[in-house]
């Protein structure tokens, strides 16, 4: 994999915005946060902060994966979808090409995962010292080659949908860590992160945010 950063200069993609959440589609190839070094600075968070000074973080989503994140407009907002996310109240449906025909059509990875200290950021199955991973998955459609799954992550594991559908057998193309030959031969990483549902933290209002798949 290449080490150089060259995120995409696409326009900052608003879903929604109001005095509690600011909803963005993140671009795959840009970084949620800052990296290690003045050429890793640009990354969501700054643009969104460079738009809604007050923004603040609440969770991320891997440099490759595309899709709806959240970010909180307020201390009050942060500390509340904070917990949400602790509680794991917040649901996340992600869409994946993988490689191969996954079957059965559906089920569950229940793998615990662990960082792989010598190919950081690698992450590895590990039944001794893993923290518990569980993630649903749905086909949506599928042929020889590939299959278009749904992805529920009952936890929020880093690479977590990576490593499970690796672990299955059927990497998720494109993928720069963990995809080998022809699965690796993609313009990006085929993960993104299409639904979040929360509640508001305003009134607590249950209330969901959809961004179609690119791909």
């Known amino acids: 994999m290449s080490d150089a950063y060259n995120p995409p200069n696409d326009p900052l ?4 915005e ?3 959440l600011i909803i963005v589609n993140k671009p795959s190839g840009l970084l949620s946060v800052p990296g290690k070094g003045e050429h890793l600075a640009d990354c969501l968070i700054a643009r969104v902060q460079a738009a809604f000074p007050g923004a603040l973080l609440v969770h ?3 440099r490759d994966t595309s899709g709806v994140m959240v970010f909180a407009a307020s201390r009050h907002s942060q500390r509340h979808l904070g917990l949400q996310f602790e509680k794991r109240q917040i649901k996340k449906a992600y869409i994946a090409r993988v490689s ?3 079957e059965p059509k559906e089920g569950t990875v229940d793998l615990p995962l662990i960082v792989d200290w010598e190919n950081r ?5 590990c039944h001794e010292t893993g923290k518990q991973a569980v993630t649903d998955w749905k086909v949506l459609r599928s042929d020889e080659s590939e299959s278009r799954v749904r992805l ?6 880093s690479h977590q949908l990576r490593v499970h559908m690796l672990a299955l057998g059927h990497p998720i193309l494109g993928d720069p860590f963990y995809a080998e030959g022809a699965a690796l ?3 990006r990483l085929m993960l993104h992160a299409e639904e979040l549902r929360l509640r508001h933290p305003d009134g607590g209002k249950g209330t ?6 690119p791909f």
Request: glycine share 6%; no cysteine; net charge positive.
């Open 100 to 102: 191969g025909q996954l």
């Open 18 to 20: 109001d005095h509690e």
């Open 60 to 62: 991320r989503l891997d």
């Open 185 to 187: 031969e993609h313009p």
């Open 121 to 125: 950021p690698r992450q590895m199955v």
């Open 208 to 213: 969901r945010f959809f961004v179609k798949a």
């Open 13 to 16: 993609d608003v879903v929604y």
């Open 152 to 157: 529920f992550p009952k936890t929020g594991r």
